[in-house]
């Protein structure tokens, strides 16, 4: 047998409760009503602009474009409700400093529809010279030209180009010059004589330049502006020295060159490749020209 409940309740209290049940059932957000029969306040579900969804689901109930099944666009608005803001329809765009096409990877923006000074592409290694950037010619002149992380890869150099790391290459040239032309030298290619910077870079030297033979090679360091205070081409002292036992010495009596002092440096291959000084007049057949530091 079916039981009957009897409900005490007004026809105004029965329909009260039937709102704020079909409230509970939407999810949505309502709004206080006065019952014109009972004068109590009811609750009501709200969806101004008819797009089916309510708030706080709903972030704006004006706009029946946003809700949170809309597509999101590329319109600096929030079109599916999400918290976020042209999420994955946003391009990237790269700044481009010297307007070669090309921006760099390290300052970008998402935007809508490209800014002025900003570009699609990135891959710029140096957005302050408009010759270097991807696909660029690449010239031999200690500069990675074409931005694919080689220094002077496949460029027409004329001697031979050995990477120490992604930063630096040796130019090795076999051919006799005094110090101060092969200063030049090197310099007419973008390049200093080698400096070495520490004890990894001289283990590596040694190891490549043996494949040249066994001969002095010159360094880029010297002391002809201040006798006993060696420094590089730019005035700065060397962060590391591996001068032989007993060098410098400032005496010139190998008859090499005809100045009486020994003011410019060679690495020694015949002694291990430790440091000693030498007439810079004097013509060493080896040069080693090192590429700038970034």
């Known amino acids: 047998m079916l039981s009957t409940i009897h409900l005490s309740r007004t026809r105004n209290t029965v329909g009260a409760l039937t709102i704020a049940l079909s409230s509970l059932i939407w999810g949505c957000e309502t709004k206080e009503v006065e019952d014109t029969d009972t004068n109590d306040a009811?609750?009501?579900?709200?969806?101004?602009?008819?797009?089916?969804?309510?708030?706080?689901?709903?972030?704006?109930?004006?706009?029946?474009?946003?809700?949170?099944?809309?597509?999101?666009?590329?319109?600096?608005?929030?079109?599916?409700?999400?918290?976020?803001?042209?999420?994955?329809?946003?391009?990237?765009?790269?700044?481009?400093?010297?307007?070669?096409?090309?921006?760099?990877d390290e300052q970008t923006i998402e935007a809508c529809e490209q800014p002025t000074g900003y570009e699609l592409t990135g891959g710029d290694c140096d957005d302050d010279d408009e010759e270097v950037k991807p696909n660029a010619f690449e010239d031999c002149n200690g500069i990675d030209d074409d931005c694919n992380g080689a220094i002077d890869d496949d460029s027409p150099c004329p001697c031979d180009v050995e990477t120490y790391d992604e930063d630096t290459t040796y130019m090795m040239?076999?051919?006799?010059?005094?110090?101060?032309?092969?200063?030049?030298?090197?310099?007419?290619?973008?390049?200093?004589?080698?400096?070495?910077?520490?004890?990894?870079?001289?283990?590596?030297?040694?190891?490549?330049?043996a494949t040249y033979g066994t001969f002095k090679w010159w360094s880029g360091i010297t002391d002809v502006s201040d006798e006993g205070t060696w420094t590089d081409s730019s005035g700065e002292q060397p962060k590391y020295t591996n001068w032989c036992d007993g060098e410098p010495d400032n005496d010139n009596t190998s008859d090499c060159g005809d100045e009486t002092e020994e003011n410019c440096a060679v690495i020694d291959a015949t002694a291990d490749y430790c440091w000693s000084d030498r007439a810079c007049d004097c013509a060493q057949y080896f040069i080693a020209c090192r590429s700038p530091n970034p």
């Open 42 to 104: 009811i609750l009501v579900s709200t969806d101004e602009d008819g797009d089916g969804y309510f708030p706080p689901e709903d972030c704006d109930d004006t706009d029946d474009d946003v809700n949170p099944g809309a597509v999101e666009l590329c319109d600096q608005i929030d079109n599916n409700c999400n918290d976020e803001i042209d999420e994955g329809v946003a391009d990237v765009f790269y700044l481009d400093a010297d307007g070669d096409g090309y921006g760099d």
């Open 173 to 209: 040239c076999v051919a006799a010059a005094s110090h101060t032309v092969a200063l030049e030298y090197c310099e007419g290619f973008g390049y200093d004589l080698a400096v070495i910077e520490d004890q990894n870079e001289q283990a590596w030297f040694e190891e490549t330049a």
